[in-house]
């Protein structure tokens, strides 16, 4: 009896470790270059963007040049895009917006920091 105990203990133990660990977020299907554009306001987007996005969360916004302009960090719950970046100015934006895993797209808002719609829209793609 005192083995049947003990096992279904250790079974419990285990499932709750288990259920407990550290999750990994890390996506390689974001990992990669996203090209696409921001506007201002009500604007249609029509300016350059570009994120070079890493596996670790990380990321760098690139001017057309590939200079790096800003860093910042992102997240992917489900289809739901969120990303923080801080431009070499100090200026700091966000994004919110959704991933479409078929078409490898992410459409969002942009805003001011602590906002993430008050700038205008997104559009990203996958390159």
């Known amino acids: 009896m005192k083995t049947i105990q003990f096992f ?12 407990c660990s550290k ?18 306001g009500s604007q249609t987007p029509t300016n350059f963007f570009q994120f070079k996005m890493e596996s670790n969360g990380q990321l ?9 302009i800003a860093t910042g960090t992102w997240t992917l719950n489900g289809i739901e895009f969120e990303c923080t970046y801080t431009h070499t100015d100090g200026q700091v934006h966000r994004i919110a917006g ?22 205008g829209e997104i559009e990203l793609m996958k390159q």
């Open 23 to 40: 999750d990994n977020d890390s996506n390689p299907a974001m990992q990669g270059i996203w090209q696409g554009k921001w506007g201002s």
């Open 60 to 68: 760098q916004r690139l001017d057309e040049q590939n200079q790096v």
């Open 98 to 119: 959704l991933y479409t895993d078929f078409d490898n797209t992410i459409i969002g808002t942009w805003g001011y920091h602590p906002s993430k719609a008050n700038g």
């Open 8 to 19: 279904l203990i250790f079974c419990l133990a285990a499932v709750l470790f288990a259920a």
